[in-house]
């Protein structure tokens, strides 16, 4: 109940000021699996491009984060792997309540916004190969945050 009520509440904020350069596609507030177009920011290797985000959040949000991954053509990027799985700690472990949908596409934005050239993880061909075997989402990966600078 509290989840569906915190949901409705930021799905109508975000409608009604969306973060520039992010549209919520999804129109049903009481929907618990989120659409979301952002495009690449102005003078950065993604200007012009666009990607969707999928955030699909349980009945624990806001007190557990969102899972949220790239569809169809992820942004090759060193955080972003080619299954959509992004490393991004407060997707996991940093994740607070007070966070909300709106801020962690924000933070998507500037996290493929800090980069100068496009490239996959250096460890993307072994978590592709592990991810094949066991089908896992990225929540149930125990990831190492081992470079907060890109």
Request: glycine residues 4%.
């Amino acid at each position: 109940m509290a989840t569906k009520r915190r949901l409705k509440t930021e799905h109508a904020q975000f409608k009604k000021t969306p973060p520039e350069g992010v549209t919520l596609l999804t129109d049903d507030p009481t929907s618990t699996r989120w659409i979301v177009q952002i495009a690449g920011a102005p003078n950065t290797v993604y200007a012009g491009e666009t990607f969707q985000l999928q955030l699909s959040f349980s009945d624990k949000y806001p007190f557990s984060p969102p899972e949220v991954i790239f569809l169809d053509n992820p942004p090759q990027h060193p955080h972003v792997y080619k299954n959509g799985h992004i490393c991004l700690s407060i997707l996991y472990q940093e994740w607070s309540p007070a966070l909300t949908a709106s801020s962690v596409c924000v933070s998507i934005l500037s996290m493929l916004s800090s980069v100068s050239k496009k490239e996959w993880p250096i460890d993307n061909d072994s978590y592709m190969a592990r991810w094949r075997i066991s089908r896992h989402g990225p929540q149930k990966t125990l990831w190492d945050f081992h470079d907060d600078t890109v």
